[in-house]
């Protein structure tokens, strides 16, 4: 049975700016490992559903919780990757901040956060399969004309 873990792509608008310049996600690196960046996110508890997980894991990860983000429909991302030898699923969906300057509070799971444009975004990200998402996010983001 493959891990599955469930999170968000937050994305928020800087008004001072224009589309596509406008749009920033939140990444937040690994305090273990190799400190990677990823949207928050976590594996699912048992008896839990996929959306709940995504919610819990964005509070505690990041402080950010439902009262924090406006919900994006018609958006979900499925990742499929191996993490030491495993199969891992990973589903994300997207939300925008509400107030952009709403202030991000890290777990001890991470280290630090950044607020990036989708360039920035992708080279953090590293992963091909992460990159691959967040160029997505943004592209829907333009298509959906949510600037």
């Given at each position: ?5 469930c999170g ?36 699912v508890d ?102």
């Amino acid at each position: 049975m493959a891990l599955r873990a469930c999170g968000f792509v937050i994305f928020r608008h800087l008004v001072q700016k224009s589309p596509p310049d406008n749009i920033e996600f939140l990444l937040l690196q690994t305090s273990y490992g190799e400190h990677h960046w990823t949207p928050p996110k976590g594996h699912v508890d048992p008896g839990e559903d996929d959306f709940t997980t995504a919610m819990r894991e964005t509070q505690e990860e990041a402080g950010l919780g439902k009262d924090h983000l406006r919900m994006v429909d018609g958006f979900l991302q499925r990742l499929h990757y191996q993490v030491r030898g495993k199969d891992k699923e990973v589903l994300y969906w997207l939300a925008e901040l509400r107030d952009p300057n709403t202030q991000v509070v890290l777990s001890d799971e991470h280290q630090d956060y950044r607020w990036a444009k989708l360039e920035e975004a992708c080279k953090l990200a590293k992963y091909q399969d992460l990159q691959d998402t967040l160029t997505a996010a943004q592209r829907y983001l333009e298509t959906q004309g949510k600037q």
